[in-house]
């Protein structure tokens, strides 16, 4: 073909590669992209998910502009890489963000160089190509990779720079390890737990920051692995939650906001994350807001009973629905009401002094409330059910007395008949 008259034929001195080259490649661009991809994802399998999932255009664009930038200086060896080592540098910032060293990065680069090598050995036997120009070739394809790896790693080391963290992450990809949610064997987690010197516990307690959160990392002990390149930053305190691991995390935190999980095994990390995050979003509307470092364990009744907030909504629906035909003002005056009675079977004086009403208004929002809830107050179940609904009205709105709304109709059947909806006015 013309387009290859100034490659080198059989036995000629190899100099630099023709710029007529970049014409033969390009063709072979599109399915050498799919091939690198694929053979990187059966070497890493981590990276299926990342040539698949919302960022594969960037990604997939990223390993584009890599091949046909190399092809690019072939046709024009003083084209602009701009854009190439920006992707570059973006590809190491990334690896710093998600907790790993550059080793995958590293052997994506050498595999796709890999490909490409043996691509252009096809290509050079179909035109004849000489000994000496494919050495030339391959020579100049280890360097340009050298130059791709040099440029992930001025972003990897920038961002970790950024994030004020050493380049070693084994550790927080030991965490991310023991939080990824599927079965792992604790050989294998010991295993990386010894490269990384950290002593593999039988016991860890979570500790969720608010997001934004950077915690004086000198401050904290040297045991606690930790990631706070994560949205929602969070440590791992191995063993049991102690006074001394308190004023650690709190003079490391300087007065923001933090929750710790429960204690569990090293199994169920994950749960104690996620406990301590719900803690940590219940915070705003808890009455003691106002702390910094908030237990789980002092939270046990909220977080179970909001775990849910939509069946908690469903359930307020169902119970409460006989008091649905009521105006909201006196909707609210009843469920406080019959929240106090059912937690405190305390009598009409006693109920009437924490509502600070007179005793005759407590007897005669009960009648009220004894005919609209009917067998629902007497049948174990459905009281508890009940029960449990209100409390957990009370506590989503932190203590306060109930808000005057009405609670939304269940989609199911309605009400038993024996079970009449409340009309009556309430009377002070």
């Known amino acids: 073909m013309s387009v290859m008259r100034q490659v080198p034929d059989q036995g000629e001195i190899a100099g630099p590669i023709p710029r007529e080259f970049a014409a033969i490649m390009r063709p072979e661009l599109p399915s050498l992209l799919k091939e690198m991809a694929a053979e990187i994802v059966a070497a890493i399998p981590e990276y299926g998910h990342l040539l698949e999932g919302p960022n594969s255009r960037v990604i997939r664009f990223g390993i584009e502009q890599s091949i046909a930038s190399f092809v690019d200086r072939v046709a024009a060896p003083t084209a602009t890489t701009s854009l190439r080592d920006d992707l570059c540098r973006r590809f190491g ?218 069946l908690a909504d469903q359930m307020a629906a169902k119970y409460l629905a006989p008091l649905g035909a009521l105006t909201p003002t006196q909707q609210a005056r009843l469920v406080d009401t019959l929240r106090l009675w059912l937690t405190t079977r305390g009598t009409a004086a006693q109920i009437a002094e924490q509502l600070g009403v007179h005793p005759q208004t407590v007897r005669y929002r009960m009648r009220i409330l004894e005919r609209a809830f009917g067998q629902q107050l007497v049948h174990p179940d459905e009281r508890f059910a009940t029960e449990i609904a209100l409390r957990a009205l009370h506590l989503r709105d932190g203590g306060a007395p109930a808000r005057a709304r009405a609670p939304r109709r269940p989609a199911g059947p309605r009400a038993p008949k024996a079970q009449k909806t409340a009309k009556a006015p309430d009377k002070r």
Do not use: K
């Open 93 to 310: 910032r990334y690896e710093a963000y998600e907790g790993r060293s550059l080793d995958n990065l590293q052997a994506a680069y050498r595999i796709g160089c890999q490909v490409a090598l043996r691509r252009v050995r096809a290509v050079g036997r179909r035109y004849n190509l000489s000994a000496g120009f494919m050495l030339t070739f391959a020579d100049a394809l280890f360097a340009y990779m050298g130059d791709l790896a040099e440029l992930s790693r001025e972003g990897y080391v920038q961002a970790l720079a950024e994030l004020g963290e050493e380049p070693d992450n084994r550790r927080r990809r030991l965490l991310r390890r023991i939080l990824g949610g599927t079965a792992v064997a604790r050989s294998a987690l010991a295993e990386l737990a010894e490269h990384c010197a950290w002593r593999l516990p039988d016991e860890v307690t979570m500790v969720a920051l608010a997001p934004g959160t950077r915690p004086r990392r000198q401050a904290l002990d040297a045991d606690m692995l930790q990631d706070l390149a994560d949205p929602e930053p969070h440590l791992l305190v191995p063993g049991p939650w102690t006074e001394e691991r308190r004023a650690c995390i709190e003079e490391a935190l300087g007065g923001c906001r933090a929750a710790v999980g429960l204690t569990t095994g090293l199994g169920e990390a994950a749960d104690s994350l996620r406990w301590a995050r719900h803690t940590l979003a219940l915070a705003g509307s808890d009455a003691t807001a106002g702390e910094s470092l908030l237990l789980s364990e002092d939270r046990l009744l909220s977080l179970w009973l909001l775990g849910d907030p939509a």
